[in-house]
Nanobody, 113 residues
C-alpha cells in the first residue's frame, strides 16, 4: 500500500520557522523525485521545491533563500525547512512523489500574529 504522509504543520508567527516532513512507504523512495507544493484557498496549487534521486535541488523564486528541501533515503522521508515565514505562506502544504504521481493528504500551515 502506497503512503505519503505529511506532518509538522501548525500555527506560527510571521518571521518564525517550521519544518515539514513527508514520510513515504510502499514504493522505492530512493528512485523517486520528491516535490513540495502548496495551495491557499481560492488559488492554484503552487510548486515550491523539488529534489531528484541524485540530490539535484530546484526552488520556486517565491521561496528561494527561505525554504530548504532535503531527503533522507534511509528514512524514506523528505523535509521542507521553512524560515522567515510570511502571512502569504499560509496554505495547505502537499508532498508529491513523482515516480508514482502520488499526492499526500496535506498539512496546514498558518502564519499569523
Amino acid at each position: 500500500q502506497v503512503q505519503v504522509v505529511e506532518s509538522g504543520g501548525g500555527l506560527v508567527q510571521p518571521g518564525g520557522s517550521l519544518r515539514l516532513s513527508c514520510a513515504a512507504s510502499g514504493f522505492t523512495f530512493s528512485s523517486s523525485a520528491m516535490n513540495w507544493y502548496r495551495q491557499a484557498p481560492g488559488k492554484e496549487r503552487e510548486w515550491l521545491a523539488g529534489i531528484s534521486p541524485a540530490g539535484n535541488i530546484y526552488y520556486a523564486d517565491s521561496v528561494k533563500g527561505r525554504f530548504t528541501i532535503s531527503r533522507d533515503n534511509a528514512k524514506s522521508t523528505v523535509y521542507l525547512q521553512m524560515n522567515s515565514l510570511k502571512p502569504e505562506d499560509s496554505a495547505v502544504y502537499y508532498c508529491f512523489a513523482a515516480k508514482l504521481q502520488y499526492w499526500g493528504q496535506g498539512t496546514q500551515v498558518t502564519v499569523s500574529s
